[in-house]
Structures are given as C-alpha cells and as structure tokens.
C-alpha cells in the first residue's frame, strides 16, 4: 500500500486549484455499445468575445479551428448526450475557443492515442481529464492545471475486496483504461497488481460493463467518474483510497508554444471572473 502510494506521489506534478469533490449523477449507464470516433462540431467561435492579441498569435492544425481530442466516457468531464459531448472539459475547451476566435471541434478517440495525436499535429490539444505526469511532459507541454481528480476502486456490492490491500493482496483482476494514471499504477508490480492481473479497455464505460459482467473483479479509474458510473449503475459501490491527488490540464504540441500561452492566458481570465468554478459547479454541485 505504502509503496503504490509512494509510486502514485512520484509521477504526479504540478499544483493549481482544487475544486469540490460531491458526486455527480449525470453520467449514462453503462452500456456495452462500442464508442464509436465521431465528430462534433461544438461551436461558432462568438467573434466578440475572442482576444485579438491572440487570435493573431495562434496557428492551428485546422486555421480557424481548435481541435480537441478527448475519450468521451469520462462522466462529467465528458460524456455523451445523444450526438453531442457534454462536460466539464468540453465547455472549458468551448470557452477557450471563443476566447480565441475559433471554432471548437471535438474527436472522441482511444484515451490512449491522445498525446501520440496531439503530438503528431493531429489535435490542437488533448483535453481528456488528463492527468500531467512527468512522463506526459517528455511529449507534450500542459496548460495550467484546472481541476484534480483522485484514482478510485469500483467493486460490486457484497464484493469480498473491502480495502486497497483486499485488492492488492488477493488474486483480483483489475480493469482500467489503457493509458491512463490508473493503468499505469495499478499494473506496477511493486505498487499494484502487476500486468498479469490488470485488463485493459479502451474507455471507461467498457470497463465498467466488464465489471458488471463479472470479467473483472474491480475497476481503477478517476473518482469523479467513478462517482458517475456508480451513480448511473446499480450494484456498484467504491472504496475508500488514500491515493493523492492528480493534476488535470490539457496537453498542447510542445510545438506549439504560441497556443499554449494564449491557452494560459484564457485559462487565466476564466478563472478570475469565475467562469471555470460555474462550469465545475454545474457538473459536479458542492452542495449535493
Ligand atoms: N486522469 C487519468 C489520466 O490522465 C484518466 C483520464 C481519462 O481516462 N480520461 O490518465
């Protein structure tokens, strides 16, 4: 336990703002519907409201367009409604746009192809609930961290893993998101369960199903949408981690330092006059 700990403090870095941590209940039941890539135009960049200073600064994959990768199964920082993606990452991203003046483009792809994407000029950024690790910062460059999340364990009621160290001890399967935080400790073997015991989806939704359907024993995934799942599905509950918290901001080409200072300085205004704390309030209530 200490050492998964240890593992989860040392790949984690930077600092920012820390937000409410109250449940969500907006998230879609799982479904064993695959996820398919699609993509949602999300808006008309309001010409208005966009910076001069830095529209003129930013080039972009697509000129006029902010291409933002996201996985569309992480409830409420993005999920589906019907055709659109919907959350807390896809109405900061539509801010930054506007602010901007560019037209928001969402591709919901595997979590796991994200930075690869984005760092092959594919995305303008990955905005996923991404948490910055060091190794992340080897390949692309972070925004200022906007919101934080904590790994959680998923298990189904009456589940004989009560604890972390039920789990770590026993011969449990554990299901994550390939590529994510969760995948990465939790498949160390000296922290985690080791890779034979881990089984890898491709979002979270899959995970979930694979659990409900006994295929594994638990899920390791972010407590905001391990909240929303649990919410959405009976006969789920989580467990109480230790784990330490996770920096979210959004992944830009280290080429791209231009867009990533204009991301930051948008990411700045909207903080301040108070835009970012009523989206997160709207998706995750402080008061429920
Ligand atoms: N915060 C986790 C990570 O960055 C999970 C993100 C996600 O699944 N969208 O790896």
């Known amino acids: 336990m200490k050492s998964f700990t240890r593992k989860l403090m040392s790949v984690i870095v930077a600092a920012s703002f820390c937000f409410g941590l109250a449940s969500c209940s907006k998230a879609p039941a799982a479904t064993s519907a695959s996820d398919a890539t699609t993509t949602v135009a999300e808006s008309k960049a309001s010409e208005s409201s966009a910076s001069s200073e830095a529209k003129a600064d930013v080039k972009t994959v697509s000129a006029g367009k902010l291409i933002m990768a996201t996985n569309a199964t992480f409830p409420p920082y993005e999920y589906h409604e019907g055709e659109k993606i919907v959350g807390i990452d896809a109405e900061i991203a539509k801010a930054i746009a506007d602010k901007l003046g560019l037209e928001l483009v969402i591709e919901d792809v595997a979590f796991d192809s994200i930075i690869a994407g984005v760092q092959a000029g594919k995305y303008d950024i990955g905005c996923a609930g991404m948490t910055v690790t060091e190794d992340r910062l080897k390949s692309v460059n972070f925004s200022t961290s906007y919101a934080t999340g904590i790994q959680s364990i998923i298990v189904k009621e009456g589940s004989p893993i009560k604890t972390i160290d039920d789990l770590l001890k026993g011969n449990y ?48 995934i972010d407590n905001e949408p391990a909240k929303a799942y649990v919410a959405a599905n009976s006969g789920l509950v989580i467990l109480e981690t230790p784990f330490t918290e996770e920096k979210y901001a959004i992944a830009i080409s280290k080429d791209n330092e231009a867009l990533l200072a204009a991301i930051n300085k948008a990411l700045d205004e909207l903080t301040k006059d108070g835009t970012i704390a009523k989206i997160i309030e709207k998706y995750i209530p402080t008061n429920k």
């Open 173 to 220: 399967k554990v299901g994550v998101q390939s590529g994510t935080t969760g995948d990465i400790y939790m498949s160390d073997s000296e922290g985690g369960v080791g890779e034979n015991r881990i089984d890898r989806y491709n979002n979270g939704n899959d995970a979930v199903v694979a659990l409900k359907a006994g295929k594994v024993d638990a899920v390791c």
